[in-house]
């Protein structure tokens, strides 16, 4: 007797064929998962349909035909506007959003979902399509432990590093913003050091090598600053803020010299001398925390 290897899978609702839900649905079906998509454009779903997916009729039909529906659109309004005329079907089922969005809409839509007798996660994939189902995926969750416990396993056919944030629904797209934040950070950097090598000629490629070895430099003392952040306490181990804000200004005038923008480092140097302004030049790098922590236009 051949045992159905797909008679233990959570069966699984994708709302949203763009490319990520695409993706998504195409790991579920790999893994074996009875798949049900749906997507305004059908035609969206016949690859998915090729590989042994269910085409929904309805937005309704496609809720009510699995346990689990994961929804992943383009932002929350699309979300609720597609949702909200079905959401008494939602009752006794997990809703899965990896919508990508804010903390606050995360929020409200937990609230909405628990009105309508709904367990609901909110997500957010750290990848780019190719890469949902492999290891270069990282999927983060947040919300009731019991949802995520009992969906882990399908969960898991999205992304081998599937993380587990907590029971506050806003801590994914919080984690989401924080790294975006750091994404940009990081490549604003390179942008802005390439534009000032390259007023002077030099290929941007020959630049890939020095910042890899930096950012590693840097990474590496990431431990120590996020301890000295947990402790409210910045000792200058390296180097005070008085000497950062001094090599600021050298970038800032190595920038205009050169005729490239020096927006970024005179941003970072007026933080900088906020601090300075707070008594911190004799402590370390790190108590630039305080400056972020201040409201926008803040300078007390």
């Not at 506007?81 to 969005?101: A, C, I, Y």
């Not at 750091?182 to 390179?190: E, T």
């Amino acid at each position: 007797m051949t045992q159905n290897r797909d008679a233990d899978r959570t069966p699984v609702t994708v709302i949203g064929l763009g490319l990520m839900g695409q993706a998504l649905a195409g790991a579920f079906l790999r893994d074996g998962h009875p798949t049900t998509v749906w997507n305004r454009t059908a035609a969206k779903a016949e690859p998915l349909i090729a590989q042994g997916a269910t085409l929904a009729d309805s937005i309704a039909d496609a809720v009510a035909a699995s346990p689990l529906a994961v929804v992943c659109l383009s932002d929350y309004d699309t979300a609720h506007k597609l949702l909200d005329p079905v959401g008494e079907l939602l009752d006794g089922r997990t809703l899965v959003n990896l919508t990508s969005g804010t903390s606050a809409q995360a929020r409200e839509t937990a609230e909405w979902a628990a009105r309508h007798g709904s367990a609901y996660l909110d997500g957010v994939i750290l990848a780019v399509p190719p890469g949902i189902g492999t290891a270069d995926a990282i999927i983060l969750y947040s919300g009731p432990r019991a949802a995520f416990d009992l969906h882990e396993p399908a969960l898991r056919s999205l992304a081998e590093a599937t993380t587990y944030l907590g029971g506050d629904h806003t801590l994914s797209a919080l984690h989401d913003m924080a790294v975006l934040g750091l994404m940009w950070g990081v490549l604003n950097g390179f942008l802005h050091g390439a534009a000032l090598l390259g007023a002077a000629g030099v290929d941007p490629a020959g630049f890939v090598p020095l910042v890899r070895q930096g950012i590693g430099i840097v990474t590496d003392w990431l431990p120590g600053y996020a301890q000295q952040i947990a402790e409210g306490t910045y000792p200058a181990l390296d180097a005070t803020l008085d000497t950062h804000r001094a090599a600021m200004e050298h970038l800032a005038q190595e920038s205009e010299s050169r005729g490239v923008n020096a927006d970024l480092p005179r941003f970072i140097q007026d933080l900088a001398d906020r601090a300075l302004a707070d008594g911190r030049g004799g402590d370390g790098y790190t108590a630039m925390i305080e400056q972020f922590r201040k409201p926008s236009g803040s300078r007390s």
